[in-house]
């Protein structure tokens, strides 16, 4: 089996090259499962740099999602020939991940593909499309509905995460605000079924008033950092901002005068570790309400071969939208 290898030299430096392995190599663990997608997303691009990111232990096989056919099964919830997916569970960081024609898991990460979802549909949405759909229905559970007056913010809109919220929200019938730092991505927003584009440099300016008009409905933040905070103080009374991203920085440079005086929620979005019930709904909802026609235009294609060069370039803020990692399709 062919399997992108990223192994560590004597200098501690990292080096991530396409080999031929026995499966015997594969990790100890219940199901087997021919890989037929991945994708690449952030911590995969670490992953592939010189300094290895988030891996635990090498040699190693990055890769933080997939889809596939059950190969073999120890497990009674499944049987081969069963289509799964897999996102989360530090598959790709502390355990062999996507980037292999074959990958070995436990049973309880896997998820049942959901009916009239492709193993090429479901990674073309993977990791990245997965946290969004979370991020969505965390706004809704919290009292969101399509009906509100203001639109909806999504910030990073031209990333894996935002691309894939701006869509399903589309969909669903809200209108929604997209925010970008490149004008060269508005078409592409708009496309997707954004109303407003927003210029990154409005939302950049350090926060001068805790409490500002009441823009947003509510908001799928893909930011962090001072992003977050100024968009806090202009979220509408009882509103929620659904946060799953760190690329502006941990810190939070904000006052609790938000969530005091206008009830505003944050709710924190974690792929990793979600029950299988939230997984599952999440899948079904993606399957139902994600329009499928859009995602082409979120997608690009990607070997085994071309990942350690596109690994680079996503660290880099290169890359736009999805890129799906043809396997054993």
């Known amino acids: 089996m062919k399997a992108l290898i990223v192994e560590k030299g004597e200098d501690g430096k990292t080096n991530a090259a396409v080999h031929d ?32 990111g988030l891996v635990r232990n090498y040699p190693h096989v990055p890769g933080i999602d997939f889809a596939g056919t059950v190969e073999s099964s120890e497990h009674e919830c499944y049987k081969p020939g069963d289509r799964v997916v897999l996102t989360g569970w530090r598959v790709g960081e502390a355990h062999w991940g996507g980037y292999a024609e074959k990958a070995r898991v436990k049973a309880e990460w896997l998820v049942p593909l ?82 407003e584009i927003v210029d ?5 300016e350090t926060v001068k008033r805790p409490l500002e008009s009441e823009r947003w409905a509510g908001c799928v933040d893909a930011v962090g950092g001072p992003m977050l905070a100024r968009v806090l103080g202009q979220i509408v009374y009882g509103g929620s901002v659904s946060a799953v991203g760190l690329a502006g920085g941990a810190d939070l440079p904000a006052t609790v005068i938000p969530f005091l005086l206008r009830g505003v929620n944050l709710l ?22 994600l329009p499928m026609e859009k995602l082409e235009s979120m997608v690009q294609s990607a070997k085994l071969e071309d990942l350690p060069d596109l690994g680079a370039k996503i660290l880099k803020g290169q890359v736009k939208g999805r890129v799906l990692v043809e396997i054993g399709a």
């Open 200 to 204: 990154r440099s409005e939302l950049s």
């Open 114 to 195: 959901p009916d009239g979802l492709t193993t090429r549909q479901a990674m073309a949405v993977g990791t990245a499309g997965f946290t969004a759909m979370l991020a969505v229905m965390a706004l809704e559970d919290h009292g969101l509905t399509p009906d509100a007056p203001e639109p909806v913010l999504v910030t990073g809109a031209s990333g894996g995460v935002g691309s894939v919220a701006v869509a399903i929200l589309a969909n669903l019938g809200y209108k929604v605000a997209a925010v970008t730092g490149r004008s060269d991505n508005a078409q592409y927003l708009k496309d997707l079924g954004a109303t």
């Open 268 to 289: 924190g979005i974690d792929s990793v570790m979600q029950p299988y019930d939230n997984r599952l709904r999440a899948w079904q909802r993606i399957a139902s309400d």
């Open 21 to 52: 392995i026995e499966e015997s190599r594969l990790p100890d663990a219940d199901v087997t499962v021919a890989v037929e997608y991945s994708t690449l997303n952030y911590k995969d691009g670490l992953c592939l740099g010189p300094g290895g």
